[in-house]
């Protein structure tokens, strides 16, 4: 049907399949673990039981990328963050491991390098199916049911569905990316049958697809969002698509559909471009950028912060009038750069105020005090009041200076980034592209109608 | 607990009164029409029946403003405006009557004139409770009603409601004011017992306030719209608030409170003005108006058609990037002009496009194909594609004089003002100033925050 994106798919595959020497490494890192759980659980006499998961035990591993995960099983009445992490930190120890650390999922789990082999030991309940206890639970089951499916082939086919994936951004269920997990693409393409099959189905995939990969037993499909309802195989309660940003769908179909009518083998190592990016000049002259020293604490919950504050700065300069064409973030090592590209940096001849409900009487005489007498008041066809008058204009700096006093009450910023907000540094204009890492980065994702860079 | 409001009040009502003089005009208008209603039935032969309703039979019209409404009930099986109506003729011929003309509710009725008294003869269906096939068959229930619940004392309270909402533009059913009709005045000032007890309750009114006149018999209330429920007594399913605008009930919210704090007669006179009005040239400075040649034909269908017209243009004008801070409506006796304030009357440096839902196919692929190669294209968190550009800026005149070639398409103007709004012309700025009456009426509007004048 399409040789070209065959042939460009098949070198694609022989470049990401794992040589025999990585396999080695990654299978001795495997036994090394396994061997030191054992040891580690009988030691310390622990209920509990140590399994493969994650990409090594599927084999859907990416050449150069192999990361071994290993699940401790606890009995359902343990404590994960104690008796868990004395377990994994004993078994990472038993076998040998370097770089030790602490990582952050819904619990928190270690990491450790075996061999030049990324190990992790993430502690779970043993349950039964559908009596989950915490979020890993199911990688035992999802495991189970990918080596019962998988082939060879689609293991080749789901390593390049993660590369195309990769490069275009939209891999990966964290709070940052909001992109596809590694489960998702393992079962999106095990539905299809190969990435070329699940590129043609994206490109015809309507608003709230529901997506069964295992035929339904009766089950109703989880509720959808507005992208895309994908029932676990193992729990089809859970909807595998609920993470995924419409961005990152967006993305993903819209890069598939320019795959399919030319298939380009780069489009597995950078960015498709829908449409042309701006330059970074035009988008300076409309940008303003808000930079914070970066905080420490788990990925995770930085970037869920990340982007509710950004949705709040959005929101607040709307409320002041300015027009938010785009909002993106950007990071370096030190800082985090949020950024907007506004229609205009000053604004706005009139001011229009929104109101509470008309029916919320002590909102209503606050509002009615707050507008003072300066111009007409009425209610809207959404049952709000509105005031409307003449005012100056007003920077978009000069009013994100002023809500960076009270970043949380004034612009709904997140309360977790309070301190940082409160010392920031607000940047517009052409003083973007004179600036550090992070806000380059947040300026040229404006510049391709990124969220992130 | 509020003497001066009493006093205002007691003022109003004495003069709103009508005399006895008047009285007389009325009921021997009344008499002839009813006698004169009898003959025409028997003459015609038609299965029906004559009753009284309206202001007049409830005994609350205005000083003044004396209108004697006469329904025909005919049997559910007759042609309301074949039999009807010629039925309706004979009467108004039999009594004599002058000035006879045809308007329109949900039927058409007529209407003509009595020894200086106004009188409508409306055919309806003569049916039992709930069995309603026209809207005019719960009058007489409605009569029925309200004659077993008045006493004089309320019917001058009922006076004083209505003038204080004709003063603030909210009295009336009609789709040109979505105001408070009669009846919907007589049940609150019923419920509340007085005027000052229907306005001090309208300040403490919650969003989808359920107004009970009549305790519920089990029955659930009618599904709220954003401002009250005010279930019917004779029929507690329909909700007579349903008509009502957020603007008209929140006119007199704002209304009632400002008199309950500073009560002035002359707020039985003109309309409050919450907030302060803008000045006309400041209003000038920011307004467009498209003025079109009055069409022929019934005034409800005509008010719905501008609105929905006003609403289209705005959406218009919003997705070309403009600001539109507030609309209205203005008429003459040969022209309706349509206004808009907007933050600046050109615009925009950018150009920002939303598309249709990214898994729409076909729409997707236009999408892609207008947006072009002009600045980047992604996916919104509405699921919908979004594309940047800078654009020149553009008037925003020019923009509504292009809409206006293919104005139902474009905008989303009413189907039924597409002859009118093809030769309609645009005018901006100053403009507006030198322009006719509907023009500058709906410009003192924008000034005071109303949707009409």
Redesign the interface.
Known sequence: MSPRAEEVIRRVKDRLRPSPEERRAADDAASRILGAASRALRELGIDGEARLGGSYAHGTWLAGHADVDLFLLLAPGADLEAEGLRAAARVLELAGASRVERRYAEHPYLSGELGGVRVEVVPCYRVRRGEWRSAADRSPYHTEYLLSRLTDDLRDEVRAAKAFMIAQGVYGAEIKVRGFSGYLVEVLTLKYGSLLGLMRAA?????G?VIWVEPPQGEAPPRGA???VVPDPVDPRRNLGAAL???S???F??ASEMFLEDPREEMFESPA??????SLE?VA??ALSIVIERPEGPEDVLWGEIWRTMRGFAGYLRSR?F?V??SSAGEDDRTIAISF?L??LE????R?RRGP?????DA?RSF?EG?????????????H??????AGARRASEEVRRALADPVRVAGASRGLEGPLRSARVLEGEEVLRAGESVRRSISAL????PLA
């Open positions: 490109t015809a995939w309507r608003p697809e507005s992208t895309i940003s419409p961005w769908l967006g993305r179909v819209l471009e829908p449409g042309s990016p701006l035009e002259s409309g009038g027009a064409l785009a590209l229609e205009s604004c706005c001849r009139w229009l409900h008309v029916l919320m009487a209503r009615l507008a003072g007498t300066r111009g007409p008041i009425w209610t809207g066809d959404d049952g009041l509105y005031s409307v008058a003449l510049a391709s109608g990124r």
